[in-house]
C-alpha cells in the first residue's frame, strides 16, 4: 500500500504482444492499446492509441539496418544499439510517453496493451528495450500478453519505496498529481527533488536564499498535508517556520537599508 492512501500503487497492469491479434481481443476486454508503430501507419490501427516516439531514433535505425548480422562485431553492435535505446527511453523525447503510461496505471483501473510489430520487434526490439526499461526504472513488470489466458487474478504491483519515488516526481512534474496527492505518495523519508521544490513553493511570492531553505520549507508542506489526510482537518498550508520568518526580515531590512526611496537611508 502507498503511505497515507489505502490502495495499491498501480490499478491496472502493463502487457505487451507482436500478435495483431492481440489488439480486438485486448480492445473487447477494456484494455486501453497503444500502437508503437511508424507515423505513417497510425491509420491502420484505429481506436489505439499512436506513441510513435518510442521506436528507436533515426540514428539508431540506420545503424542497425546498416549492420550485416554475420559480421564479427555484430554482438557488440547491437548490445550498443539496445543501451543507447535504453538512453533514450530516459531522455525528455521519450518523457511524456512514458508519464502518461504511468499516469494511466496510477489513475485509472484499465490495463494497456502495448503493440509493436512483429517485423519491427524482431529487428528493432521496442517491446524489448520498454520492458527492460520499465523494470529496472520503475520495477514494473510488463507481461506478455498472453498471461492473460492463465492468470487466476489480476496482478497487482506495489512498487518498492526508490521505485514509487521515482514516479511519483515524474507524475508531480507533469501535473497528472496534485501536490497533496504528491506529499500522500511520496515515501517517508524521502527529500523532493528541486523541481518538485520549486512546484511546492510555487504560490508563495518569496525568494528563498539558499536551497536548504527552499527544502525545509518543502518538507514542510508535505507534512502539513500528510497530517491532513491522516487527521481529516484542513490545515494552513504551510506555516513558516520562525527561521523563515526570521530570514524574510532580515532580507527586508536589508533591501530597505539600500534602498534610495524616501523609506531608505538619508543621503547627504
Do not use: W
Not at 47 to 54: E, G, Q, R, V
Not at 89 to 100: F, H, L, Q, T
Not at 111 to 125: C, G, M, P, T
Amino acid at each position: 500500500m502507498i503511505p497515507h492512501v489505502d490502495r495499491p500503487f498501480f490499478q491496472s497492469a502493463l502487457y505487451c504482444s507482436d500478435d495483431a491479434g492481440a489488439i480486438p481481443d485486448a480492445l473487447m476486454r477494456g484494455f486501453t492499446v497503444v500502437v508503437i508503430v511508424d507515423v505513417e501507419e497510425v491509420r491502420q490501427y484505429p481506436a489505439c492509441y499512436p506513441m510513435s516516439s518510442l521506436l528507436p531514433p533515426p540514428a539508431l535505425v540506420t545503424m542497425i539496418v546498416n549492420t550485416d548480422k554475420a559480421a564479427p562485431d555484430y554482438l557488440q553492435v547491437e548490445q550498443y544499439y539496445l543501451q543507447s535505446y535504453y538512453n533514450y527511453m530516459a531522455s525528455p523525447n521519450s518523457e511524456d510517453n512514458i508519464v502518461n503510461l504511468l499516469a494511466s496505471m496510477y489513475k485509472t483501473n484499465r490495463s494497456i496493451l502495448l503493440y509493436a510489430e512483429h517485423e519491427v520487434e524482431i529487428q528493432f526490439k521496442p517491446l524489448h528495450v520498454l520492458a527492460n526499461f520499465f523494470a529496472t526504472q520503475f520495477g514494473i513488470n510488463i507481461l506478455p500478453y498472453e498471461c492473460l489466458f492463465y492468470q487466476q487474478h489480476p496482478p497487482i504491483f506495489n512498487p518498492l519505496p526508490e521505485y514509487i519515488y521515482k514516479i511519483a516526481e515524474l507524475l508531480f512534474a507533469n501535473n497528472f498529481v496534485t501536490k497533496e496527492e504528491y506529499a500522500c505518495i511520496l515515501p517517508p523519508g524521502s527529500v523532493p527533488s528541486p523541481r518538485a521544490i520549486s512546484i511546492l513553493l510555487s504560490d508563495y511570492n518569496y525568494v528563498f536564499p539558499t536551497m536548504e531553505i527552499a527544502l525545509t520549507a518543502a518538507c514542510n508542506i508535505i507534512d502539513t498535508y500528510r497530517k491532513q489526510k491522516e487527521t481529516g482537518k484542513v490545515m494552513p498550508v504551510v506555516e513558516m517556520t520562525k527561521v523563515l520568518d526570521d530570514v524574510r526580515n532580515q532580507q527586508v531590512q536589508q533591501l530597505i537599508s539600500n534602498s534610495n526611496t524616501r523609506f531608505g537611508p538619508v543621503r547627504q
